[in-house]
């Protein structure tokens, strides 16, 4: 079982930064790809970014490129979401999620997920 507390979120202007972290318990923080996704408003949850064991290799939704980092401290269990250049349509609860088997994209691998952190970006 892993345990995962999100935290970071908040009210920023568009065009502002927000670091979101995720901190883990339980199992091996170190075995588990990690990724974070999102659900706005009345619409289904979705891919942001994902970061592997070892934290060398990374993907991230197209939506978000160039302006999102995920990274991860292995040491302190803990995933990061540094969130640059932010826009109105970025608002959503942001989830982190951990994934035994990889660092996909895909939801449904995911075997553990956190409550969630809301993110809202004014105009």
């Known amino acids: 079982q892993v345990q995962l507390v999100e935290s970071g979120g908040g009210l920023v202007q568009a065009g502002g930064s927000l670091r979101l972290s995720c901190a883990a318990s339980g199992r091996t923080f170190s075995n588990y790809g990690m990724g974070w996704f999102r659900q706005a408003p009345g619409k289904e949850r979705e891919f942001v970014a994902a970061i592997s064991w070892s934290g060398g290799s990374t993907r991230y939704a197209d939506s978000v490129k160039g302006r999102f980092t995920i990274s991860r401290d292995n040491a302190k269990n803990t995933v990061y979401l540094e969130m640059n250049s932010l826009l109105p349509e970025d608002t959503a609860v942001y989830y982190c999620?951990?994934?035994?088997?990889?660092?996909?994209?895909?939801?449904?691998?995911?075997?553990?997920w956190g409550q969630g952190t809301q993110v809202t970006v004014s105009s």
């Open positions: 999620a951990a994934d035994r088997g990889g660092w996909t994209n895909a939801m449904r691998l995911y075997d553990y």
